[in-house]
């Protein structure tokens, strides 16, 4: 069974620092790894997918990098604002089935 | 275009009842799925369909049912609501599962069962 593991749980920088959230996979046998970003009582919104023969993808101040082999991704956030202040969770698509899996997610706070 | 819409954002059942989760798009997706969200677990698959007429089960189906009759409706029917159920739950929609297809969620219903 596919496990997704995100570290830290939680993440607190001050504005205008560079940072990395961190996803982990233990099956490398997937379609896509998607990093999404969730707001308080609200649902989740896609920032960046990846494809599995990709190895990042940026949209503006993001970028996301996957090494498929080694079963991990990152998201870099560069300039961080308040507004960045959310949950980022990650989730990757499995070769074998329709189904997506989620990370816990990782609760950032960007200090003004 | 709605995207993804979920009704009711708020609900509240007794132990035994049965109630349906309404979700709809507009965008004409073929794939679309049902989790659910607690604290410290992430969001579980709960039941996935991948076009009118064809459903599965993902990760956590017991005590859930689904049905597909139209590209645009996924709805979730909770049989015997239980405790164990009182969760956030989250529609979401793809042009299908595929390689390139970003997932879009909807607002999310919040169910406490008593």
């Known amino acids: 069974k596919q496990e997704v593991t995100q570290i830290p749980a939680a993440l607190s920088v001050p504005e205008g620092e560079n940072l990395v959230l961190n996803c982990s996979f233990t099956d490398s046998a997937i379609y896509n790894l998607q990093w999404f970003r969730q707001d308080p009582g609200k649902g989740l919104t896609s920032l960046l997918l990846i494809q599995s023969s990709q190895r990042e993808q940026t949209s503006g101040r993001l970028n996301a990098s996957l090494d498929k082999s080694s079963g991990r991704s990152t998201l870099y956030i560069a300039a961080s604002q308040p507004g960045d202040s959310a949950t980022y969770l990650c989730?990757?698509?499995?070769?074998?089935?329709?189904?997506?899996?989620f990370g816990t997610g990782t609760s950032l706070t960007v200090i003004p | 275009n709605a995207g993804v819409t979920q009704t009711p954002k708020f609900q509240v059942l007794k132990t035994g009842q049965s109630m349906t989760l309404q979700c709809a798009q507009d965008m004409n997706h073929e794939y679309m799925s049902w989790y659910r969200q607690d604290p410290g677990m992430g969001l579980r698959l709960i039941h996935y369909?991948?076009?009118?007429?064809?459903?599965d089960q993902g990760e956590v189906p017991n005590g859930y049912n689904v049905s597909r009759s139209t590209t645009e409706d996924f709805p979730l029917r909770l049989l015997s609501a239980a405790p164990s159920q009182t969760s956030v739950y989250f529609c979401?929609?793809?042009?299908?599962?595929?390689?390139?297809?970003?997932?879009?969620f909807g607002p999310g219903t919040r169910l406490t069962v008593l």
């Open positions: 989730a990757v698509l499995h070769l074998r089935g329709n189904q997506f899996y």
């Open positions: 369909s991948v076009g009118a007429g064809i459903t």
């Open positions: 979401a929609s793809s042009y299908s599962a595929g390689r390139t297809d970003t997932q879009y």
